[in-house]
T-cell receptor, first 112, second 113 residues
Framework: QKEVEQDPGPLSVPEGAIVSLNCTYSNSAFQYFMWYRQYSRKGPELLMYTYSSGNKEDGRFTAQVDKSSKYISLFIRDSQPSDSATYLCAMRGGSSASKIIFGSGTRLSIRP | EAGVAQSPRYKIIEKRQSVAFWCNPISGHATLYWYQQILGQGPKLLIQFQNNGVVDDSQLPKDRFSAERLKGVDSTLKIQPAKLEDSAVYLC???????????FGPGTRLLVL
């Protein structure tokens, strides 16, 4: 079993829709949770960063972490064609020696 | 502020040949990472440097991969000899500290024939 599981998609939604992206994980030591966005032929860029359980909102983006269920989500409101990209969840433990473990990414397409 | 620079952007080689990738991190970033991203997968850490010292190389296939970061700035990742399964995008990232935000370069896309 992979440490981090993510549905690869592709996911296609109309412009303006609410998008929900999810990941599950198995390692209870993970404490920091991230979402990266990766455009085609580009490197990943950090979108959201949360610590432990709870919600965090930044503009049209909301990240949720449920440590009891080992489940994290990213919601995108009022989706735009420019949001079309691959979204990678990522997480790591609390020690300074912990490396980031990435999910395999979900490919998202927003139809105009 | 200039981002992480990588070269070349694309490379095609035959198996058993050698190849080298170069990375120039963001100025002042002490921590540098090399990741391998196989098509359809997330990035996997190969090696992490803190200044010019290795912090983590547990997932680096040391029989064929090597990396160095001379003078704690630029870094080079080498594969010798390459195998078909090394076809991937090699991403370099840097951060100001071990637990700080990582900034990724555009990657080098390697195809081994």
């Amino acid at each position: 079993q992979k440490e981090v599981e993510q549905d690869p998609g592709p996911l296609s939604v109309p412009e303006g829709a609410i998008v929900s992206l999810n990941c599950t994980y198995s390692n209870s030591a993970f404490q920091y949770f991230m979402w990266y966005r990766q455009y085609s032929r580009k490197g990943p860029e950090l979108l959201m960063y949360t610590y432990s359980s709870g919600n965090k909102e930044d503009g049209r983006f909301t990240a949720q972490v449920d440590k009891s269920s080992k489940y994290i989500s990213l919601f995108i409101r009022d989706s735009q064609p420019s949001d079309s990209a691959t979204y990678l969840c990522a997480m790591r433990g609390g020690s300074s020696a912990s490396k980031i473990i990435f999910g395999s990414g979900t490919r998202l397409s927003i139809r105009p | 502020e200039a981002g992480v620079a990588q070269s070349p952007r694309y490379k095609i080689i035959e198996k058993r040949q050698s190849v080298a990738f170069w990375c120039n991190p963001i100025s002042g970033h002490a921590t540098l990472y090399w990741y391998q991203q196989i098509l359809g997968q997330g990035p996997k850490l190969l090696i992490q440097f803190q200044n010019n010292g290795v912090v983590d190389d547990s997932q680096l296939p040391k029989d064929r991969f090597s990396a160095e970061r001379l003078k704690g700035v630029d870094s080079t990742l080498k594969i010798q000899p390459a195998k078909l399964e090394d076809s991937a995008v090699y991403l370099c990232a840097s951060s100001s500290g071990v637990q700080e935000t990582q900034y990724f370069g555009p990657g080098t896309r390697l195809l081994v024939l």
